[in-house]
């Protein structure tokens, strides 16, 4: 199994332009999220999925859309993106919701310039 | 205010414990979680533990729960130069709440 995989693993954009960063797991997971970490600052969480077709806003969702159109894959799409969406950014997945492990993609670093 | 807060550094002897501590504000939680974060690498759980325990042991790990005070901790008896890594506390509600992280850094 390959586990929860994001790509790409790093990317500089230029203020304005937009990107997505694509998750996808193979482990049948229902549960899917999307978080950045800043330094200092731990994770937050920007959006999340409880199955496909369902999307929720997590604690920092402004700048950013999800969609979640089949179980495996949740892409995170930057419209316009903004020096401050400078991140590393962490795609996870779990089978029920906190109660159950959740597992992690390697995390895609992107710089906004 | 952060819902889940650790200091950031923590620096030990290779071969002492090292005990990273935690502090969370909502108490709604079913479960608290201790994630590792290596450099460049996602998180990895390295243990969990159930609101309704005070003490959960795993090999050198050994997570205690205060509920009262809100509090747990992780201590990892006979720290190892490979124990250098970010330790994020999280607790489990409908979705998973991260500290800050807590960097060990292990001295040789």
């Known amino acids: 199994n390959a586990g929860v995989t994001q790509t790409p693993k790093f990317r500089i954009l230029k203020i304005g332009q937009s990107m997505t960063l694509q998750c996808t797991q193979d482990?049948?997971?229902?549960?899917m999220y999307w978080y950045r970490q800043d330094p200092g600052m731990g994770l937050k969480l920007i959006y999340y999925?409880?199955?496909?077709?369902?999307?929720d806003k997590g604690e920092v969702p402004n700048g950013y859309n999800v969609s979640r159109s089949t179980t495996e894959d949740f892409p995170l799409r930057l419209e316009l993106a903004a020096p401050s969406q400078t991140s590393v950014y962490f795609c996870?997945?779990?089978?029920?919701?906190?109660?159950?492990?959740?597992?992690f993609g390697q995390g895609t670093r992107l710089t906004v310039v | 205010g952060e819902d889940v807060e650790q200091s950031l550094f923590l620096s030990v002897r290779e071969g002492d414990s090292s005990v990273i501590n935690c502090t969370y504000t909502?108490?709604?939680?079913?479960?608290l979680y201790w994630y590792k974060q290596e450099p460049g690498a996602g998180l990895q759980l390295l243990t969990y533990?159930?609101?309704?325990?005070d003490m959960k042991q795993d090999q050198r790990l050994t997570v205690l729960l205060n509920k009262k005070d809100k509090h747990l901790s992780l201590r990892i008896a006979d720290t190892q130069t490979g124990d250098s890594a970010i330790y994020f506390c999280?607790?489990?509600?409908?979705?998973?709440?991260f500290g800050t992280g807590t960097r060990l850094t292990v001295i040789p």
């Open positions: 996870a997945s779990n089978k029920e919701g906190a109660s159950t492990e959740a597992f």
């Open positions: 482990m049948n997971h229902n549960y």
């Open positions: 999925s409880v199955g496909a077709g369902i999307t």
């Open positions: 909502d108490s709604s939680s079913t479960y």
């Open positions: 533990i159930f609101s309704n325990m």
């Open positions: 999280a607790r489990g509600a409908n979705n998973l709440f």
